[in-house]
Structures are given as structure tokens and as C-alpha cells.
């Protein structure tokens, strides 16, 4: 974890933060020329969807909603989306809601028209290019998708996650809007914040660790330390919502150059096989990769401890301890599952997931650690 | 300085760190589809222009350069430069050197075609769009005018800076090099390191400060703090070089959405009147400053002092105090001019220079204390 790898930074052109931005996305679509905008959201948030839809129309914009599944999207979610967008006439997407609608939102306006299909651009760096401007609207404060150059999509027969990464995939446009994420659930709340604490924490403890992406890490570790639990007891706290969304966007902006490591890969199973939400998967798994991780880099957990408000004891290994526990008081405080058999997964299945896992190389080479099948089935086991 | 402010971020589309980027400059500018690449440059970097050319040549596509002064910018160097691009018939502009050849660039880029003149975008928000795609390869570390949304030009008759602010002035493409700053001058290296120092300190310590932008002037601090002597005293040293380039990149990316403050407002008539290289006014007036409005605002004035490495007394007025004497060791050390009277003003210019630094309100206003005519002409006493 030198500081002299080569970085690569794709930004969004413009990212809006506040609350009330959402009225301005209108105004910035209309400025692209735009007149037919397809939004790509999910049934438990149509209202902030009308809301938008309002807001273009003040604007003389003509919209239309689809509307994905409120879990993981699938291939079929994106055939769906796609044929909206085709019979629409679309000339601008927009995802507005979680994960999930933002990654659809981003492959619709990449493979409109059809010049590629989504089997052609899984893996990185293969598609072309993207058809229609695009603007993510996040309503969750976890994945960063409104930043990142990656889509994930459930392959329903192979039971897999399959991911799509470019640089192409970054939105043209993405709006933190605070007052869009207080209806949250709690439990919603809970999951995807530790889900961005992750993508922070990975970021900052990977052998492609770059100083830029740990300023931005660190800084949402801190963020997500003093906020996270606030954002569950307050839920109309803006203050703290903001908090939140800035701390998943830094999150997000760390995907790109630098991307996650074993948690990601460890939780890839959870989801393909056992439709674990993302968040939920990560959040099980984090203090568990993190005990493992530490003893090669106590350092690195160390500084994420101290950003978490643990004192810096000179001693990085029990720094990095204490950072541990305070995570795991944190996820215990906000109330999500703690343990692989609160989502239903039994031990028979981890000789399995153990193997799956293995799969995502991709991840797990950028892991401060090497882990080899049986260590993750250590980790699994751990966590069970 | 609360954070509540709303934020508005445009970001480059790419930006490329590490030593060798020179080289993906070419392939970039050639996958835009470009043919005609105009090099906006200055005579004593035409070394690194050469093998720019080089690169693009490679790659299919012809360049010429623009050499433009060494000293700061006038109208005149922009309407040569727009003519040479017009006579090319440029589809392409790269801007290659320090502040003054990316403004000039950035300016030619939004100008080509004749669609505005220069005096009708002066101001704030007036450019109405920008003509040819357009990089920016910085080769001093100190502006980070490749990611800042802002051109400055001298008007020769009116003796004044006129700046022209828009998102439009934001470069595709940014490419931070550490070999190409190698051969930068030792005074060079100081005074353009202390301009990227004041620009951190200024979006820290301002009206507008938010969080995000709090993260990368920190660490901006942080870097020049760790870096600057060294890359002073071992100009090969390219692990600090580059972190000086990525520290001027975040102080860059602070000028957009906060900008500067009361040290840049007096620098202005420096620069105007007595042909002061930015950098050195700014330098010159930094500790000055900082005492004045330390005052007000101690607690953020200490941040700054911990991260130039000032151990945490717990008395932020103390740590404020520490901090500015830190500063002053910074720029003695590397050998910069320490007061007014080094580079040529006399006591009798500063009442007129006072009254002038009134005018650059837009910046003043930004200031974390406010500051009237007879406090800036006690801040040049001081400096004298």
C-alpha cells in the first residue's frame, strides 16, 4: 500500500449537494436539449418520483417512470427498463432511488439502441460508450452508485452477480439531496450506511491505496462515525441525512480508482444465492474480514479506529482492536442483523459460498491479505 | 462557517495521476476523435512541448504550438493565441505549463469560433458554453488551474486582473505528472507551493466552507506541509513531486464551489499594478492574514496548524499562533522573499493598493472576518 500507483479519477461533471437540489435537476435537463425523460426508480419512493416528474414538467419536459424491484435488479429488470426506454423515445435517463434503480438507470442509457447487449459488456472496460445523458438521484445513503463506474446485476439462471465497469457508466450528473433520504426505513438506513462505511473502509486498507482516495475515505469514515447513528434516532434530521449522503458519495467516488476488497467478494454469494441485500451482506461480514485483514496492516485499521473516535493509543494492533468493536457497537446500535443465520443462510451452505467466492478475484486481489477457500470459509464460519 | 451551505461541484471528466500520464494525454485526445491539437505552452517548458507533439504524432494527429509569455497573461497573449488556433484550425486544445498557459488555454478553448468576446464573459456564470474539448497538463504544482473553473488575464490599459468564472472553464481532461515539474526552478517550486498552501488555508477558513470541501484542502495542507521542503531541496524526488501536484489539484478543486478569501483579494493589485508573480504575493501575505483573522476564527486556523504538524495543545488561539509561525519557517525555508519591499513596493503604493483590494469584493466576502480599507492597509504595513 505505497503511494506510487498510478491513478486513474472519472468524475461525474456535476454533483449537486443540498437540501432542495432536486429542483434543480429539472433545470439542468432542460439545458442538455432534452424532452423525453425516462426515470428508473422503484415502487416504495413513486412519490419522490412524481415530485420530479412535476418538476420537468414545470420545465416542459415530458417524463415516464419504470419502475424496478425494490430488492437486487435482475437481467430481466434491464430488458424491462430497456424496451420502456425504446418505446418512450427517451432522450434522458435518470435513476432515482438506490442502488439498484441507479445501476439499471446507468445500463439503460449505456445500451440504448442496441449497439451492445448486456452479456457483451459484463467485466471491465468493454462497453463503447453511452447512448443518453444521464443523472443518478440517490434515496438511500450507501452504495454511491450515483458516482461510480459500476452496474451489478443478478444473472437469474446463473444465480450471480455480474458487474458491468467503465468509466462510461459515470453520470453525467448526480444530486445528494438530504430531504429525499428521511422516509427511509431505519432498517434501510442501518444497512446501507455501514454498506458505505465499507466501500471507505476497503478503499483505504487495498493494495491499490492511493493518498487522493484516502483523503476521501478517511474523511467519509469520520463522517459515517458521527452521523450514522443520529440519521437512525432522528430520521428527519437533515443535518445528519446530508452527513450521510456525503459520506456514501465520498464512498462512491473511492469505487472507481480504487475499488473494494475481500468483504465485497465474501458478501457476492450472499447475494447471488441467498438474495442478501447488499448492504445487509456487507455489514455481516466487515468486522470479520477486518480481524483477519488487520494482523498484515494494523496500521491502516488503526487510522480507520481513530477516525471512528477511537484514541490513538500508539499501539496500532490494539487501535485497530478497538476499531473493530466500535464498529461492531455501531452496527448493534442502529439494529441490524449480526450473524449469516438472521438472514437464513445454515452451515452446510459454506463450503459453497466459500467456493463461489473465490471467483471474485477481481476483489480479492486488492485485499491488504491474501485469503485462500479455506480462510474464507474461517471467515464465513466466524460470522455464522 | 457552518455546513450547511449548498454545494455545487463540476469535476474534470478524467484525471490522470502518476508519473508517465504525459504519454495517455495522446490517446485520450485521439479517442475524442480530435485531428488538429492545439499546445498552448511558454518558452522555457517547449522541452516538454516537443515531446508532447511527439506523442501526438504518434497517434495520428498533427500540433502546433502557442507560446505565450512567461510572466502572467495579458488580452493581447489571448487574442494571438485565439488566432493562431483559428489560422490551425484547431479542433483541440491543450494547455501545458503552469497558471498562465492553462488560463489562456481554457480561454481559447470556451472562445474559439468568435462567439463571445473576452470582455463579455468577465464576471461570473457569462460564458455561454465551451467551443473544443479541452486538457490541461499542469508543470508547476501550485495553481491547479487544470480543474478550477476560473481564467485570469491581465488588461493591460486598465492595470487590472479580470477574471472569468464559469463551469464551462473546467478542463476534460487533467493530467498531474511529476516528471514534467522536475526542472521546475527552486523560487518557482516555493512560491507556486505556497499559492497551493493558501488556497487550502482560504477554502478552509471561509464563509463558504462545507465538509467536502474541508476533506481536500486538509489534506492539501497536510501534503504541502510534508512535501514542499523536500521537493524544494531534491527536485528529482518524484514521490514529492507528485504529492505537491496532488496537493495543488485539491486546492484546485477547493477554488470552484469556495474559493479564496481576503489573501487573494489584496494579491490582486500585486499582480496588477507591480507584476508580482501570483504565487509570491500570495505567499507574501499569507502569515498576515492569517493573524488578522485568527482572531475570529481560532478553531479553524488551529486545524490548519495540526495538519502542517503542530501537536494539539488544546488552546486553539495557541495552535492558531504556532501554526502561522510554521508557515513563516515554510516559506523561509525554502527561500522565498519574505516582504513587500523585496519585490519593489514602497510604502507610498500601499494606500492606493488598499483602496484597490476593496474592489475584489466577490473575494473579500468570502473571508472569515471582514475587513475594511484601513485594516488591509495596516495587513501591507505589516507585510512591508
Redesign the interface.
Known amino acids: 500500500m505505497g503511494?506510487?500507483?498510478?491513478?486513474?479519477?472519472?468524475?461525474?461533471?456535476?454533483?449537486?449537494?443540498?437540501?432542495?437540489?432536486l429542483a434543480q435537476c429539472a433545470l439542468d435537463c432542460a439545458a442538455t436539449g432534452a424532452r423525453r425523460v425516462l426515470i428508473v426508480t422503484s415502487a416504495p419512493i413513486a412519490r419522490l418520483a412524481d415530485e420530479l416528474s412535476e418538476h420537468l414538467a414545470e420545465q416542459g419536459l415530458t417524463s415516464t417512470l419504470f419502475k424496478g424491484p425494490d430488492g437486487e435488479p435482475t437481467r430481466a429488470d434491464l430488458s424491462a427498463a430497456l424496451t420502456s426506454a425504446q418505446d418512450f423515445g427517451a432522450d434522458f435517463i435518470i435513476g432515482l432511488g438506490g442502488g439498484s434503480a441507479m445501476d439499471v438507470a446507468k445500463l439503460v442509457a449505456a445500451l440504448f439502441g442496441e449497439r451492445q447487449t448486456f452479456d457483451e459488456v459484463v467485466g471491465t472496460g468493454l462497453l463503447a460508450g453511452r447512448a443518453l445523458p444521464l443523472a443518478c438521484i440517490p434515496t438511500t445513503a450507501g452504495t454511491g452508485s450515483e458516482v461510480t463506474p459500476i452496474a451489478i446485476l443478478e444473472d437469474e439462471a446463473a444465480q450471480l452477480k455480474k458487474g458491468v465497469v467503465s468509466?462510461f457508466l459515470i453520470p453525467d450528473f448526480a444530486y445528494l439531496d438530504p430531504q429525499l433520504t428521511v422516509t427511509m426505513p431505519r432498517k434501510v438506513t442501518a444497512s446501507t450506511g455501514i454498506d458505505a462505511l465499507t466501500h471507505c473502509i476497503e478503499a483505504y486498507a487495498n493494495r491499490l491505496a492511493?493518498?487522493?482516495v484516502?483523503?476521501?475515505a478517511?474523511?467519509g469514515i469520520r463522517?459515517i462515525g458521527e452521523n450514522l447513528e443520529i440519521a437512525c434516532n432522528e430520521p428527519d434530521n437533515?443535518?445528519a441525512r446530508?452527513?450521510m449522503l456525503?459520506a456514501s458519495?465520498?464512498g462512491g467516488m473511492c469505487l472507481g480508482p480504487v475499488n473494494t476488497a475481500a468483504v465485497h467478494a465474501l458478501a457476492y454469494p450472499m447475494g447471488g444465492e441467498f438474495h442478501v441485500p447488499h448492504g445487509v451482506a456487507n455489514s455481516l461480514l466487515l468486522p470479520h474480514v477486518i480481524r483477519f485483514n488487520a494482523e498484515e496492516a494494523p496500521e491502516r485499521y488503526a487510522r480507520v479506529a481513530h477516525m471512528l473516535g477511537v484514541a490513538d493509543s500508539g499501539d496500532a494492533a490494539r487501535d485497530a482492536a478497538a476499531g473493530i468493536a466500535r464498529i461492531e457497537d455501531l452496527s448493534a446500535g442502529v439494529g441490524i442483523d449480526r450473524r449469516l443465520r438472521d438472514v437464513g443462510i445454515s452451515s452446510n451452505a459454506l463450503p459453497g459460498m466459500a467456493a463461489a467466492a473465490m471467483t471474485v478475484q477481481r476483489l480479492l486481489q486488492n485485499n491488504p491479505r491474501e485469503m485462500n477457500e479455506e480462510q474464507a470459509l474461517r471467515i464465513y464460519e466466524a460470522a455464522l
Open positions: 503511494n506510487r500507483n498510478r491513478l486513474d479519477l472519472y468524475h461525474a461533471r456535476c454533483v449537486r449537494i443540498g437540501a432542495g437540489v468509466p492511493h493518498p487522493v484516502d483523503s476521501w478517511l474523511e463522517l437533515l443535518s446530508e452527513n456525503i458519495h465520498l
